[in-house]
């Protein structure tokens, strides 16, 4: 099985930076994926990491240590509009079968 | 481009009747996925599709539950009986690639469903 840990809530304040963290267990990865998910819609992609390191996508990035099973999103310049829910989501190929499972969810809120 | 479509948007009927929830994938995608997702447990999958095949129903919570495709560009879920703690929000996804692809998912909107 898998475990996906993210905060369940943060606040941040307009203009500023936020990191959400990610933590897993799995027992065969294949890649990680961020989504963005605004309140009453449909999640949408923001990035994929399946080698370890920062990938960097305008104010997003995301990064990934394999070997700690840990992930983060990095948003910078926050705008009113990036309050919202951000998955993380993990591909498991160790049951010889693809599995995506998403965490909860982190639920930014950005603040004046 | 036209994005995964689903239907209806929005679902009331009561306990014990039959509800269907369908779903159109983008041209092209040849995975498609069922997701179920709450407040208490997030966003689940219940069962997913490849090339038309069922791969993975492990997510699906019981017999009450089925689900076909029965072509590349139509997918239905169906719960029959309903009951309340079925009420949620479903999204059906298509991706293009198979089984360990590093292919996004797209979503549609969703399908409200409340059971009273």
């Known amino acids: 099985g898998q475990n996906i840990d993210q905060p369940t809530e943060m606040t941040a304040t307009e203009g500023a930076i936020v990191q959400i963290n990610c933590t897993y267990q799995?027992?065969?990865?294949?890649?990680l994926f961020w989504y963005q998910q605004h309140a009453g819609e449909a999640p949408t992609f923001l990035s994929y990491?399946?080698?370890?390191g920062l990938e960097e996508k305008g104010r997003f990035s995301s990064f990934l240590s394999r070997s700690q099973g840990y992930s983060y999103l990095l948003l910078k310049e926050l705008q009113m509009k990036d309050s919202a829910s951000y998955l993380c989501a993990v591909v498991d190929s160790g049951a010889g079968s693809y599995q995506l499972t998403f965490g909860k969810g982190t639920k930014l809120s950005v603040i004046p | 481009d036209a994005g995964v479509i689903q239907s209806p948007r929005h679902e009331v009927t009561e306990m014990g009747q039959e509800v269907t929830l369908r779903c159109k994938p983008i041209?092209?995608?040849?995975?498609l996925f069922w997701y179920r997702q709450t407040m208490m447990r997030g966003l689940e999958l219940l069962i997913y599709f490849n090339n038309n095949v069922p791969i993975d129903d492990s997510g699906m919570p019981e017999d009450r539950f089925s689900a076909k495709m029965p072509n590349a560009s139509f997918s239905t879920l169906k719960i029959q009986p309903s009951e309340p703690r079925d009420s949620a929000v479903y999204f059906c996804?298509?991706?293009?690639?198979?089984?360990?692809?590093?292919?996004?998912?797209?979503f549609g909107d969703g399908t409200r469903l409340s059971i009273l």
């Open positions: 996804a298509s991706s293009l690639g198979g089984t360990h692809s590093n292919q996004p998912q797209h």
């Open positions: 041209s092209g995608h040849n995975s």
């Open positions: 799995t027992s065969g990865f294949n890649g």
């Open positions: 990491n399946v080698l370890d």
